[in-house]
Structures are given as C-alpha cells and as structure tokens.
C-alpha cells in the first residue's frame, strides 16, 4: 500500500507539472488573480467573473514571463473570457480521449504568479446533458465538481487523471459547487468571440404570462419591448401567443427554447388571437447581446 501510494502521489506530480505548462496567472482584477488556459497559440480563456477590467490586463507565461494581455471578447452567461497576447507562451493541449463520469478523479490546475502551479484533487461528482445557467447561457454538458477550488485557481484547467482536458474551472456559475465549462463549449464561444467580439442571443422582446382559452392554452403579452423584434414585427400588449416558429407556446420557458434553437436574424411565424380572430404574424429575430 505504501509503495501503491508512493507511487500515485508521484504519478499526480508529475501530472501537474505537463499540465500546468498550459496554464497561466491572469491579472484582471484588484489584490488577487485568476488562472487561465492556453487554449490556442497566444489565445488565453479564462472566468469572465474574475476578469474586472477591459484593459491594463496582463498575463504571467509558464515561463514566468510577464505580458500584456487584450480582451477579445466575452461571455457572462457561459462566465468564459477570451484574451489574446503576443505569442504562444505554452504548450498545446490534449484533450480527454474520454467521457468523464461521476466518481472519476479529476485535478484542477492553476498558477499562482509568486508559488507557480496550484492544483486540488476531487471527483465528478454530477454529470448530465445540455445545461442552462442562471445567466442565460448553455453549457454543452453538465459537470459538478467535489473540489476545493480556491480562487486563485479560478478560471484554470480541470484535467483527467491521464492529463485530458476536461474543461475550464469556473464557481461563478452555481452557487453550491464549482463547475467544469467543458470543452465543447469552451471551443464555441471561443470561435465566436474571436470572430465578432460577442456573443449573438436570438431576443425577441416581449413579457409574457400563461393563459387559457377556449381553445386551449396561450401566452398573454404582458409588454412589448420598443424596438424590439416583436415590437417590429407588430406584435401588440394583450395578443395571445398560441404558437412559434412551428412549436407551442403554453410556458413561457417554450418560447425561450424555440428562440435558442435559431439565430438573430432567423424568421418564424407567430401565431395569435387579437380581438378573437386567430392571425399569423412573420417575426425577424432580433439580437441581444450578453
């Protein structure tokens, strides 16, 4: 057992030292920093929680050299940052050949600009499908982490026991327990925020409450947004909503989820009651950014 034991811990070591070469301090905020990862040649992701100010933002390599850092975009519904900076500063990352399930051991690794790298060992303990945050956003997969994550490694790398990149460590997401942002959903706002500095969010700009009629049930618009796409579209306070874009409209949690299977600009046919007469309405989704 003992020399079973020798062994493991030195196996984690060593683990930690390949994987924390992906790994960088990130200073974007007063008094403490965050962790960030390599994610391509000079591209840094990290939280967007801990990153507090647009500029004057820098980044400390595994090298242990200092670089000033731009803000590319950001994400506050997946709580992902994008940074860039002049050159690759670390080594590419692998990712997880496989699933993770609950009760696998996993390490989350940081970097402390003054200590170097940071790490903590837990488990999965939680996984499931598509996840929607408190904010708005989607994570591809659901991944609940039983470790200390203290904040210094916020925004680091949450690794397999054989190095695999599992996603990015994030508590800015649930307040019981820390998250992994996993990699699918790193990869696509990534891609996005490079391309257009933000995230596009389908909105179509309405309130709405639950009601039945006669015929069944509906959504009353409770407000109409000004300049909004429903606004534009000459949707009107008191019209009942019975359908979008081709699905049924009876929470209005449905609508949510018809608009986050399109894009701004994408049109679907509403359908109503206004006055007691049932008509279609055509709406060009609008955008709302995160």
Known sequence: MEISLA???TEL????????????????????TSSGVLWAPGVVVTADHTVTRDDQIHLTL??????????????????????????????????????????????????????GPTAALGILSAA???WKTWRGGKLDQ???????????????????????LVGVASDGLSRLSPLAIPV?????????????????RPYLGVGLQPVRLPSGPGLILLSVEAGSAADKAGLLVGDVLLGFGGGTTEDPGDVQTILHQHQ?????????????EHIEVEVEIGEKEA
């Open 62 to 115: 595994p090298s242990g050299e200092r670089v000033a850092a731009q803000l590319r975009g950001r994400d506050g519904s997946t709580d992902l940052a994008v940074l860039t900076f002049e050159g690759d500063g670390g080594a590419p990352w692998q990712r997880a050949a496989r699933a993770v399930q609950p009760g696998h051991l996993l390490l989350t690794v940081g970097r402390n600009a003054d200590t």
């Open 264 to 276: 701004p600009g994408d049109k679907l046919t509403a359908r109503i009651v206004r006055g007691g």
């Open 13 to 32: 070591a060593s683990l930690v030292d390949r994987t924390a070469a992906s790994v960088v301090t990130v200073h974007a905020r007063p008094r403490i």
């Open 128 to 130: 499931g499908g598509e």
């Open 184 to 200: 699918a959903t790193v990869d696509r706002v990534v891609a996005e925020l490079l391309a257009k500095g933000r995230i596009a």
């Open 142 to 164: 659901f991944l609940r982490l039983d470790v200390s994550l203290f904040p210094g490694s916020v925004g680091g790398a949450v690794v397999n026991i054989e190095g695999g």
């Open 7 to 9: 062994h493991f811990s």
